[in-house]
């Protein structure tokens, strides 16, 4: 299982909620929303009054909530301040929250009496933890007009106007599998194969969270922590990061189709003391499980539809390096590279060539500056392969596996972590202004 930073939001406001209509589909036919895939987050284009923007898709939140505008100017209508709680702390924050405005994903798809809340703490933007610039988060509002279908093969969603032939014949052959929509949020039951038994349990379906399973343990009767276990840290909630245990069960029953050894995050009852769980709650399901299958929420008609898809039998994997990376920007570099002139001289060999020109080629070399990004350790795992290796958190990625880490996403550093058990890593990293090289063995946790 790859570890990312996992956003899970829970809003209370101080002042009166107004109604939304929602997004409206002007077009008869579905709509095909290309998405990006990173991290085992869904990111989507959005237009907010105008201004191109890229927001998280997260089903787990109801209000659209925005954190950055990444130097963009947006004009919002109607403002006013609000409190914000949630998970991580029971203290609240400053916000504000704005009505009236004019949000479309492409031509098709519209609302022009959007609700938008927006975050004031600058700290709380996690674009460094993706690698590309994100805006903010939408939940609820896309979902709950018609039915959505996200193929996590093909990357891309399609929305189906309510009642469409093109629907109905979609979802005739698939059986559906009920879920529930409380405080505008999706749930629905599965049976999680513990080491000792097996837990019918309500879970909150939950797109924004890059995990498998999240439980809350004093949910869970008689709940026994699972072994092997490690400490670990889960994610960022709106008042800080939330700490627990992450270990793996047996599988998990969801409807007709078993997963074997997801990875399970049990975050400690400090992160989670100030949350109002739904009736029955015992946790989450996130995205490491949705993405081995194609699935179809229809909110309207409160239905889920799994297909799985070629990732359902790929093993669940974690990071093994141990490593939390963040993007911290670009900067200037120079670099060089080859380039062939011809020099001309004129032939000498014999008195019928003397007016002959000769172009011998000559390699030259030839800089430029660019930018490329830079990547820095934003946290290591107590007893993990890089805390042995005494990598900290605020080392410079200079080099990894002898290439420059400039060449690298940040995705693509973040799955070497959980490519392959014993795969040896090489890094040469900048603290301060000494350079420094460290080697470390991939390392499951759990064994």
């Known amino acids: 299982m790859k570890k990312y930073i996992i956003l899970l939001f829970f809003l209370s406001f101080v002042l009166l909620s107004f109604g939304q209509q929602g997004f409206r589909l002007n077009i008869e036919k579905p709509l095909h929303i290309p998405f990006k895939f990173i991290n085992n987050l869904i990111f989507i284009p959005m237009q907010v009054n105008g201004v191109e923007l890229t927001f998280m898709l997260d089903s787990g939140i109801d209000e659209t909530i925005l954190f950055s505008l990444e130097n963009k100017e947006v004009q919002f209508n109607n403002v006013k301040k609000v409190k914000l709680k949630g998970l991580g702390s029971a203290n609240e924050i400053d916000g504000m929250i704005s ?10 798809l519209i609302d022009t009496l959007h609700k938008i809340i927006i975050i004031l703490n600058e700290d709380f933007n996690f674009s460094s933890h993706i690698g590309i610039p994100i805006n903010g988060i939408i939940g609820y509002q896309f979902f709950k007009n018609y039915p959505v279908r996200i193929n996590f093969e093909n990357r891309k969603i399609y929305i189906y106007p309510n009642e469409s032939k093109k629907y109905k014949r979609l979802i005739k052959k698939r059986e559906p599998y009920n879920i529930s929509i409380e405080k505008n949020r999706p749930y629905m039951q599965a049976v999680i194969n513990m080491n000792t038994q097996k837990v019918d349990s309500k879970l909150l379906i939950d797109l924004g969270n890059s995990d498998g399973i999240w439980l809350f343990s004093k949910e869970l009767k008689d709940f026994i922590y699972p ?15 939330i700490y627990g245990k992450r270990s793996k069960v047996e599988g998990i029953y969801i409807d007709k189709y078993y997963l074997k050894r997801p990875f399970v995050a049990i975050p400690n009852d400090a992160s989670i003391t100030s949350l109002e769980l739904v009736e029955n709650r015992k946790g989450s399901i996130g995205t490491e499980i949705f993405k081995r299958f194609n ?41 060089s590279f080859l380039v062939v002139d011809f020099q001309t001289t004129k032939a000498t060999n014999t008195q019928k060539d003397d007016n002959k020109i000769n172009e011998i080629p000559v390699n030259k070399m030839r800089y430029k500056f ?22 900290r958190k605020g080392d410079v990625l200079q080099k990894v596996n002898g290439h420059p880490a400039s060449k690298y996403k940040l995705e693509d550093l973040n799955n070497l972590f959980v490519s392959k058990e014993n795969k040896e890593v090489s890094f040469e990293l900048k603290r301060g202004t000494e350079i420094i090289k460290k080697t470390i063995i991939l390392k499951d946790p759990l064994k």
């Open 99 to 108: 009505q009236g405005n004019k949000v479309n994903i492409g031509k098709h």
């Open 370 to 391: 660019v930018l490329k990004p830079i990547y820095s350790v934003a946290g290591v795992r107590n007893n993990s392969p890089a805390s042995e290796a005494d990598i």
């Open 227 to 241: 072994l092997p276990n490690f400490d670990d840290y889960l994610g960022r909630g709106f008042n800080g990061d």
């Open 295 to 335: 699935i179809i929420l229809d909110y309207p008609n409160h239905k889920i539809y799994f297909d799985k898809n070629t990732l359902f039998e790929e093993e669940f994997k974690y990071n093994m390096a141990g490593i939390d990376l963040k993007y911290d920007g670009t900067e200037w570099a120079e670099e």
